[in-house]
């Protein structure tokens, strides 16, 4: 549990470098509210990462194994990055900017996967609810690092030491990847780069309930994270400075999802996985709806931090029961191609969906657009009856291969 929050940690910590925290960044810097919704773009690579997903189930880089060595090239290549984007001005160059936090998204988003797939393998199937709550409690942390921490920093010093402490933070996941242990998966790696392709979408697309499952992972999230896309801009401009928003919206958050975390691993023990999809998801969707309150109150923290605490709550639980639900899909022989893709669909609300945000709140208005956020969660919820009976004939069925 600790490797497992360690690597959470490490995946969690470039996040939000090339979202929120840059998308401030930005618009200190004079950059519109449209290219903001277009900057999210960048992460496009949290999408498409089920792509070469397979080199990393496919090869081993050193005698480290499979899972470390990949994940080590990928933690090094991604601190000279941070480090690298630590020396732009968005006043100057905000196209180069855009470009270095695309390559952080792409080794970050590769380090996404060896996470996971170590995360898989290493605990067992019984450990993977309270393994997934650790999980977010690290990866949770590591965003509170490098938002709130980060935007702390920028606010008494500057950007660049902002940027250039979170390069140095990674250094965390370097030593976990040293010290940790090579996962033993129980089945072979694939022979071939053509098995490691093909059989891991042939064995799941031969589910007959495929369809119902991807179009649930699509959708669950949607609401919160085209919500999200918009957030910071929206404390910029209800007139919150950095330290206001790196305090009470970062570091008072933090707490409320190490809440959420705690109590959805723990209700997950008891009601399972599919109930808590439910009743999170209804809890992310009134979470949503709190901006709009907080856009008729306007430059109030405490309302603001009621607002942040509901929201990072109802994340918090709901985040947990989703990654537990999409590693419970995976077939442990292609944990790294399966899992990415899965992990892949639900990106696309926070990247490709979100795209068009800021254009959507100058349209709606900032009530308007958070309305809409709101609305938009609910066929998400309306699919989990639908594909109740299947899920659980997959656990009966996946619990009786790996037995």
């Known amino acids: 549990m600790l490797i497992t929050f360690s690597m959470g940690f490490s995946s969690g910590l470039p996040l939000l470098l090339t979202g929120s925290v840059l998308q401030l960044w930005m618009r200190q810097g004079g950059v519109s509210l449209q290219d903001l ?40 290549t991604l601190t000279l990055a941070l480090v690298a984007l630590s020396q732009g001005d968005p006043h100057l160059d905000a196209q180069n900017m855009a470009l270095w936090a695309l390559l952080i998204a792409f080794f970050s988003a590769t380090q996404d996967i060896g996470v996971d797939a170590y995360r898989r393998e290493h605990l067992p199937e019984s450990e993977l609810g309270l393994g997934s709550s650790v999980y977010v409690y690290g990866y949770r942390t590591g965003m509170l690092l490098a938002s709130g921490g980060g935007l702390i920093l ?110 959805g691993g723990l209700l997950m023990v008891r009601i399972g996985i599919y109930r808590g999809l439910l009743i999170f998801g209804i809890l992310q969707m009134l979470s949503t709806a709190g901006f709009v309150y907080l856009v008729y109150q306007g430059h109030h923290l405490p309302s603001l931090a009621a607002v942040v605490a509901l929201e990072n709550l109802a994340s918090g639980m709901g985040t947990a029961a989703y990654i537990a ?79």
């Open 154 to 263: 920028a606010g008494y010093w500057s950007w660049e030491m902002a940027y250039l402490l979170m390069a140095a933070a990674m250094i965390l996941g370097m030593l976990t990847t040293w010290l940790a242990p090579e996962p033993y998966a129980h089945v072979d790696a694939p022979k071939t780069l053509k098995q490691a392709i093909v059989q891991p979408f042939v064995s799941f697309w031969q589910l007959k309930y495929a369809g119902h499952l991807l179009l649930f992972v699509l959708l669950y999230k949607i609401g919160d994270a085209i919500a999200a896309a918009m957030t910071a801009p929206l404390y910029v401009d209800l007139g919150f400075s950095e330290v206001e928003i790196g305090t009470t919206v970062k570091l008072f958050g933090f707490w409320a999802t190490l809440a959420g975390g705690l109590i």
């Open 325 to 403: 639900f999409m590693a419970a899909l995976t077939d442990i022989r292609f944990t790294a191609t399966q899992y990415a893709l899965l992990s892949s669909l639900a990106g696309v609300p926070r990247v490709l969906l979100s795209a068009p945000s800021g254009y959507l709140a100058v349209a709606f208005g900032w009530e308007g657009f958070f309305i809409c956020c709101t609305l938009i969660a609910i066929p998400g919820l309306l699919l989990l009856p639908y594909i109740k009976q299947h899920f659980l004939v997959h656990q009966t069925s996946e619990a009786t291969h790996v037995s």
């Open 37 to 76: 919704g277009l900057l999210t773009l960048v992460g496009l690579p949290y999408t498409l990462k089920f792509f070469w997903a397979p080199l990393l189930d496919r090869f081993q880089l050193t005698t480290w194994g499979r899972r470390r060595s990949w994940l080590l090239l990928s933690q090094i």
